[in-house]
T-cell receptor, first 112, second 112 residues
Framework: EAQVTQNPRYLITVTGKKLTVTCSQN?????MSWYRQDPGLGLRQIYY???????DKGDVPEGYKVSRKEKRNFPLILESPSPNQTSLYFC???????????FGSGTRLTVV | GENVEQHPSTLSVQEGDSAVIKCTYS??????FPWYKQELGKGPQLIID?????GEKKDQRIAVTLNKTAKHFSLHITETQPEDSAVYFC???????????FGKGTKLSVKP
């Protein structure tokens, strides 16, 4: 089944404790992206990747890091999480940036 | 950069009625306009899309129209059913390197 897999689905952590949210797609898509979803603000892009080893900032990149060492994986790293990063996070992939995206099921992160 | 405005933010209709959600975009170079449906607890799912060389596209009970001159596009759902209740997002992008920019979403409630 073609899909984008995110892990974990739920995560509660403490301020300052580094964490990684994994994202993997099995569709051989070139494009991958991370979004955060907050009430009233819609989907805001954090980082995106046009292809392996090519990443760029989205609208809200502060406090996040990404890497794209393999085509299928695009992990999101929070080096020192803060409470304002409490949110619902989605990973998405597409054949290109200008094509329909497939979204993962989301990761609900709470930073206390 | 591109900006996408979506209206209304909430919409309540009776089962069997039609629902219309409208979006406007700012960048006249935008050429790809997808619509996503997000059910509770799930990631957004692509339901229909349109490119700038087409004025209208239909898929069973849903249709999308595009007015390039006015820079707006709309989602039309006919004969609404309770399972249409969800949050709907519009988006726009331009060129082969443009990212999707999302509207803030419309929460549609279909009352039986």
């Amino acid at each position: 089944e073609a899909q984008v897999t995110q892990n974990p689905r739920y995560l509660i952590t403490v301020t300052g404790k580094k964490l990684t949210v994994t994202c993997s797609q099995n569709m051989n898509h070139e494009y991958m992206s991370w979004y955060r979803q907050d009430p009233g603000l819609g989907l805001r892009q954090i980082y995106y990747s046009m292809n392996v080893e090519v990443t760029d900032k989205g609208d809200v990149p502060e406090g996040y890091k990404v890497s794209r060492k393999e085509k299928r994986n695009f992990p999101l790293i929070l080096e020192s999480p803060s409470p304002n990063q409490t949110s619902l996070y989605f990973c998405a992939s597409g054949r290109t940036s200008n094509y329909g995206y497939t979204f993962g099921s989301g990761t609900r992160l709470t930073v206390v | 950069g591109e900006n996408v405005e979506q209206h209304p933010s909430t919409l309540s209709v009776q089962e069997g009625d039609s629902a219309v959600i409208k979006c406007t975009y700012s960048d006249s170079a935008s050429n790809y306009f997808p619509w996503y449906k997000q059910e509770l607890g799930k990631g957004p799912q692509l339901i229909i899309d349109i490119r700038s060389n087409v004025g209208e596209k239909k898929d069973q009970r849903i249709a999308v129209t595009l007015n390039k001159t006015a820079k707006h596009f709309s989602l039309h759902i006919t004969e609404t059913q309770p399972e249409d209740s969800a949050v709907y997002f519009c988006a726009a992008s331009w060129g082969s390197q443009g990212n999707l920019i999302f509207g803030k979403g419309t929460k549609l409630s279909v009352k039986p």
